[in-house]
């Protein structure tokens, strides 16, 4: 599995501004899956070198929030879904972004790309409207006039 690959796909679905068709939502759907138990798998793969790690305690904890959401059965209609498998893209991320941590990756924030030795990246800070904390990373020097997507 390419964790960038997935984690495009999930950031893509949830930046659509249109409710997709229903074969899209199944396709993204088992997509995500397959994609939340190949990380939820390298997660508990490292856990098991690493137990007592805080780091690896909290990426146990989003583990069990993903096994949360792949436990939801379909929803009825069109958009309730939607609105599941937007969950389930959100359990994706919150994966990725712990394997990355774990793994030592870095990925720019603006196209969520990982971010190469021989790339070149800028400190990138993002103040969190929700919290007021800032989220530090690096972002691409060509990705700069970007910013980050809006999730």
Not at 32 to 48: K, N, P, V
Not at 56 to 62: F, G, P, R, T
Not at 95 to 113: F, I, P, R, S, Y
Request: glycine fraction near 8%.
């Amino acid at each position: 599995m390419d964790a960038a690959a997935i984690r495009a796909a999930a950031a893509g679905y949830l930046n659509g501004d249109v409710l997709p068709r229903h074969e899209i939502i199944k396709c993204r759907s088992a997509e995500f899956r397959r994609g939340a138990w190949t990380l939820i798998r390298e997660i508990e793969g490292i856990a098991s070198v690493r137990p007592d790690e805080m780091v690896v305690k909290v990426a146990l904890a989003a583990v069990e929030g993903a096994q949360g959401r792949l436990s939801e059965i379909e929803r009825a209609g069109l958009l309730g879904e939607h609105e599941r498998v937007q969950r389930l893209a959100r359990s994706v991320l919150a994966l990725c972004d712990h394997v990355e941590t774990l793994t030592g990756t870095v990925m720019c924030l603006a196209c969520d790309q990982k971010i190469e030795d021989t790339d070149e990246s800028v400190p990138y800070a993002h103040v969190s409207s929700s919290a007021g904390a800032i989220n530090p990373g690096r972002i691409h020097a060509r990705c700069a006039s970007r910013g980050r997507p809006r999730r």
